[in-house]
């Protein structure tokens, strides 16, 4: 049971980048399953997830617009596509299944990917 997650780079602000988490060992669950972020000096938080409960996709506030969430089944991977980034997306990503609740105040029971880095210069 493994999550890889890779795509994380360098890249100046208002590039995109494409982060991926691929799984293996097992199926990506369809709901429960997000992205989340820890930069230098602050909390991991929780900024996309799928909702657990109804499926829902939620984005934190300071992604909200500019990340979007999404899967690839027959690849049993999980996508997160970043646009417009900012000096303040600097961070280490994780992907995370068995997510209980997304945001600052997460709950994760499942599984955590080892991070990619993501930096943007200004």
């Known amino acids: 049971v493994q999550l890889q997650a890779s795509g994380g780079g360098l890249v100046q602000a208002g590039g995109s980048l494409r982060l991926s988490c691929a799984a293996s060992?097992?199926?990506?669950?369809?709901?429960?399953i997000g992205w989340f972020r820890q930069a230098p000096g602050k909390e991991r938080e929780g900024i996309s997830c799928i909702s657990i409960s109804d499926g829902s996709t939620y984005y934190a506030d300071s992604v909200k617009g500019r990340f979007t969430l999404s899967r690839d089944n027959a690849k049993n991977t999980l996508y997160l596509q970043m646009n417009s980034l900012k000096p303040e997306d600097t961070a280490v990503y994780y992907c995370a299944t068995g997510v209980g609740y997304c945001g600052s105040r997460y709950k994760v029971f499942g599984s955590w990917g080892q991070g990619t880095l993501v930096t943007v210069s200004s």
């Open positions: 060992g097992f199926t990506l669950d369809y709901r429960g």
